[in-house]
């Protein structure tokens, strides 16, 4: 059980995300990724079948943007959008 969110931030835009994750993350205008599954709230725990390829992303985020926790993010006011 997992949620996950990206610090736009600090995203670079480097794109390896939405390639290893299409069904999560994808990019704004700017080319910064958000989650889509939740509006980037960190909030809906990810659905089972994307668990692989969100830690594969999290992993190759070049800038650890990429944010993954066992409670959903607005119990944590330092990381909400
Ligand atoms: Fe940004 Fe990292 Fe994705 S830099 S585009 S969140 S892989």
Do not use: W
């Amino acid at each position: 059980r997992i949620y996950t969110m990206v610090d736009k931030e600090t995203c670079i835009a480097c794109g390896v995300c939405g390639a290893a994750c299409p069904d999560v993350f994808d990019y704004d205008e700017e080319g910064i990724s958000q989650s889509i599954l939740d509006n980037n709230s960190g909030d809906m725990l990810v659905p089972t079948s994307f668990i692989d390829d969100v830690l594969d992303a999290y992993d190759a985020c070049p800038s650890e943007s990429i944010k993954v926790s066992k409670q959903p993010f607005h119990s944590n006011p330092n990381i909400s959008e």
